[in-house]
């Protein structure tokens, strides 16, 4: 049965920023493809910043400007807004030169992917048990109370 989704349940936006961040994950292991490695990257944490915005009440806006979303946090006083900062400012370039001809790429720093993508997984798991935390324990795994 296909899973439907909603642009405005955080848990959505985990749960394709997961298996994106699992992907290139495995690309990086094999140090291939830098280039859509950190675009991608940019895509998963404009997903996992969505999240957590969401979950504070913010109303989705269709953007992928990460320094934006950053902003927004930063406006909330959310305390994952300098966790994200360093990302944001590292990635925000990249989701587009990754993706198009016409940029000046750099050469391929997988060890500072790597600490990027730790990053960014461990904001995912943080957003994730904020997310779960948040849900009703008066309600079963069945949906009985």
């Given at each position: 049965m296909p899973r439907k989704t909603d642009s405005n349940n955080p848990s959505d936006w985990l749960w394709i920023a997961e298996s994106e961040l699992e992907g290139i994950r495995i690309l990086a292991e094999r140090q291939s493809s830098y280039a859509m490695c950190q675009?991608?990257?940019?895509?998963?944490?404009?997903?996992?910043?969505?999240a957590e915005l969401i979950r504070t009440g913010w109303?989705?806006?269709?953007?992928?400007?990460?320094?934006?979303?950053?902003?927004?946090?930063?406006?909330r006083k959310n305390d994952l807004a300098a966790s994200f900062e360093p990302l944001c400012e590292s990635l925000a370039e990249v989701y587009f030169s990754g993706r198009y001809p016409g940029f000046d790429f750099d050469e391929p720093d997988w060890s500072g992917l790597q600490g990027k993508?730790?990053?960014?997984?461990?904001?995912?798991?943080?957003?994730?048990?904020?997310?779960?935390?948040?849900?009703?324990?008066?309600?079963?795994?069945?949906?009985?109370t």
């Open positions: 675009s991608k990257l940019a895509e998963v944490v404009e997903k996992i910043m969505k109303r989705l806006e269709k953007t992928h400007d990460l320094e934006r979303l950053l902003g927004e946090l930063t406006a993508l730790t990053v960014a997984g461990k904001l995912l798991e943080t957003v994730n048990a904020r997310i779960a935390s948040s849900v009703s324990p008066s309600v079963s795994p069945t949906g009985k």
